[in-house]
């Protein structure tokens, strides 16, 4: 038992019911139908022994509006939610919850708009699944900075519409999240540093700050592989919203732009600006992007190790590149294929410039 949960004990002068994944459930859902006939039976909610509990999910949802089609369609990824509407006015205290046997938390709190309690001494070392967990808790804004979600793999949708959330979450790690698709979004009051987060497992991350209207996207968040390709699809279908612009983008952990822009025919952007240091890949990058004729020449490009068809029938594309100096093992194999480039070339180390 936990020191909180003893302290909470003596307050309340009672024994601890203990909760078990059968029982809590109806538990919690006679506390928001009916309190003081939950308290009769089950004693304070904050009393309860939950260190047998492993499942959270869905423990304090309230079905909302909000259902897009697209979640819908998805396996597993919305479950009904069936408390009575009064859960949304749920704020008691529950931070003596022992829930260091919990291993999913998948929208706990989806919906819960009143609740605003300290949660940050959770032992969530077990926990895999915080998917839409504060989706649409709108008065959530406490700390959970002390969480160690190491195990954590799936955070999408984690604070949707979590407009009041602005605590810091840099010491998360985050190694092992895949989906972080849509986990700010929404969140209109969040502006934290994020820029030390390893996200290099993430291989969906679509949406991630849209609508998050205060955070500083170039300050605080550095694109990965995966947000670049979601964040370039977006600005190239004319999906703006909440997005820097392209100039502007933090691209300086970006490892791979190979057909970043590929058959693109309308794109035409000034990107001169990017940080193109890290990267090692820029094969097809420009492929087929008929109109783009920026001037790209100040990039770095001494870590890219193949550039194959990159200017593909980019038939527009004549900025000179004579500043380049590419590794003597660079890939540059039908490289200015289809093209109309005329200027001066990349140069190879200790060799010459590419024909």
């Given at each position: 038992m936990s020191k909180a949960?003893?302290?909470?004990?003596?307050?309340?002068?009672?024994?601890?019911?203990?909760?078990?994944?059968?029982?809590?459930?109806?538990a919690v859902r006679l506390w928001l139908s009916d309190k003081s006939a939950a308290e009769v039976k089950y004693g304070?909610?904050?009393?309860?022994?939950?260190?047998?509990?492993?499942?959270?999910?869905?423990?304090?949802?309230?079905?909302?509006?909000?259902?897009?089609?697209?979640?819908?369609?998805?396996?597993?990824?919305?479950?009904?939610?069936?408390?009575?509407?009064?859960?949304?006015?749920?704020?008691?205290?529950?931070?003596?919850?022992?829930?260091?046997?919990?291993?999913?938390m998948k929208l706990m709190f989806h919906g819960a708009s009143a609740f605003n309690q300290p949660l940050n001494d959770w032992?969530?070392?077990?926990?895999?699944?915080?998917?839409?967990?504060?989706?649409?808790?709108?008065?959530?804004?406490?700390?959970?900075?002390?969480?160690?979600?190491?195990?954590?793999?799936?955070?999408?949708?984690?604070?949707?519409?979590?407009s009041a959330f602005n605590q810091p979450l840099n010491d998360w790690r985050v190694d092992n999240v895949t989906d972080m698709r849509w986990m700010f979004r929404d969140a209109s009051a969040f502006n934290q540093p994020l820029g030390d987060w390893r996200v290099d497992k993430a291989t969906n991350t679509e949406d991630m700050f849209k609508g998050a209207s205060a955070f500083d996207i170039d300050r605080n968040w550095g694109l990965t592989n995966e947000t670049l390709r979601d964040w370039t699809r977006r600005w190239c279908d004319s999906d703006h919203e909440g997005l820097p612009h392209i100039s502007t983008w933090n691209t300086s952990k970006v490892t791979d732009m190979s057909s970043?822009?590929?058959?693109?025919?309308?794109?035409?952007?000034?990107?001169?600006?990017?940080?193109?240091?890290?990267?090692?890949?820029?094969?097809?990058?420009?492929?087929?992007?008929?109109?783009?004729?920026?001037?790209?020449?100040?990039?770095?490009?001494?870590?890219?190790?193949?550039?194959?068809?990159?200017?593909?029938?980019?038939?527009?594309?004549?900025?000179?590149?004579?500043t380049w100096r590419l590794r003597a093992n660079c890939k540059t194999l039908r490289m200015f294929e289809g093209s109309n480039f005329r200027n001066s070339r990349p140069v190879k180390a200790s060799c010459c410039a590419i024909s």
């Open positions: 949960l003893a302290l909470a004990l003596a307050c309340h002068g009672v024994a601890a019911w203990t909760a078990s994944d059968a029982s809590i459930r109806s304070h909610i904050s009393t309860w022994e939950t260190g047998g509990v492993t499942d959270m999910d869905f423990l304090f949802c309230v079905r909302t509006d909000w259902i897009d089609a697209e979640y819908e369609d998805e396996d597993n990824f919305l479950d009904p939610c069936v408390l009575p509407a009064s859960a949304s006015s749920f704020n008691d205290g529950i931070s003596a919850w022992d829930t260091s046997s919990v291993t999913t032992r969530v070392d077990k926990v895999t699944n915080m998917q839409q967990m504060f989706q649409s808790a709108s008065s959530f804004n406490q700390p959970l900075n002390n969480w160690r979600v190491d195990n954590v793999t799936d955070m999408g949708g984690m604070l949707w519409g979590a970043l822009f590929h058959c693109d025919d309308g794109f035409n952007d000034d990107i001169s600006a990017w940080d193109t240091s890290s990267v090692t890949t820029m094969m097809n990058m420009f492929n087929g992007a008929k109109a783009f004729n920026q001037p790209i020449g100040e990039w770095r490009v001494d870590n890219v190790t193949n550039m194959s068809n990159m200017f593909r029938f980019a038939s527009s594309f004549d900025q000179p590149l004579g």
